[in-house]
């Protein structure tokens, strides 16, 4: 009687097709899956940081500015650290002291913020700028729609030059956001740059900015990629520093835009746009505490309209 001892030829291929297809079909599972469980994270990040500004709020009685002033530029994330179970690491900030000592900062300063904050990071996202020395960050504050003169205050600290809720030399509170705490937005995310100097290739904007000379105000002409007189890929590259280009943004373009983000040499003036790596849009945390996924769809009226504290905009389901 004879046996088969062997599979043949034929069976030997269809199983390995069949195992081929399987591979196939289970591997965006997984990167699904592992992408949903990333962005979950994210929106964890974004409510710890909403929920440290409304602890701050209730210690100082105002949010904390985006920055105090050249030199004294500072975070908001940076001095909500305590709030936010990093405590020891704002021990060894001196605050009555500049941050970096670019600025004049002392070499203390310097070291704590080389320290990578896990809560900073979006998980889908790099951890600090290629090449950089410094802890990256990837939620900056909310400093307003970009439609009015400045995107942050002056010195002088008039908070009319942004609409938004923080901003250089900003003092706002609940007490401010007459539009609601569920209808204006604090944080949202923004995308690590890659440490590029030159214009990016196939118009891929989601890593490097056009850069201004010093105080030149960003208008959409000045900013057109084609012209630029010079491009940053260290977007994000320093929590500990106040600027537009690390730790604030606003809402002139909208989330993931295909323009590209703007700012001047003195960081004073900037049109951005939120950018994630999450399919379809970006996340954004509200004054509220709570966290939602806004579309890249969504109309640039809305988008704008939910950047300012007290613009009295009617703001429809986005």
Request: some cysteine.
């Amino acid at each position: 009687m004879n046996r088969r001892q062997a599979f043949t030829l034929v069976e030997l291929l269809v199983v390995i097709a069949i195992i081929g297809i399987l591979i196939a079909l289970l591997l965006p599972a997984v990167q699904q899956a592992r992408e949903a469980a990333r962005r979950m994270q994210c929106t964890n990040n974004l409510k710890q940081l909403t929920l440290a500004l409304h602890n701050y709020d209730g210690s100082l009685g105002s949010f904390p500015p985006g920055g105090l002033g050249y030199p004294m530029v500072w975070s908001a994330q940076a001095q909500l650290l305590p709030y936010v179970e990093q405590g020891n690491l704002q021990d060894l900030l001196d605050f009555t002291q500049p941050p970096l000592t670019a600025f004049g900062g002392p070499a203390q300063n310097e070291n704590a913020a080389q320290t990578t904050i896990d809560m900073l990071l979006c998980p889908s996202d790099k951890d600090e700028v290629p090449g950089s020395i410094y802890g990256g960050i990837s939620y900056p504050a909310n400093a307003g729609s970009g439609i009015n003169s400045l995107s942050i205050a002056t010195d002088d600290g008039a908070i009319s030059n942004a609409d938004g809720v923080i901003f250089s030399l900003s003092k706002t509170s609940f007490r401010d956001i007459t539009d609601g705490t569920s209808n204006t937005v604090v944080f949202s995310e923004h995308l690590l740059g890659d440490g590029g100097t030159t214009a990016p290739t196939n118009d891929d904007y989601r890593f490097r900015v056009v850069e201004l000379d010093t105080s030149t105000q960003t208008t959409e002409s000045a900013c057109t990629a084609s012209s630029a007189p010079a491009w940053s890929g260290q977007r994000g590259a320093k929590w500990i520093n106040g600027h537009l280009a690390d730790t604030m943004y606003n809402h002139w373009y909208g989330p993931n835009s295909n323009n590209p983000d703007c700012h001047n040499g003195y960081h004073n003036f900037a049109i951005t746009s939120a950018r994630s790596q999450h399919p379809g849009g970006v996340q954004v945390a509200m004054a509220d505490g709570s966290a939602r996924f806004v579309g890249e769809t969504v109309a640039i009226e809305i988008w704008r309209a939910i950047a300012t504290r007290g613009g009295g905009e009617v703001v429809s389901e986005y």
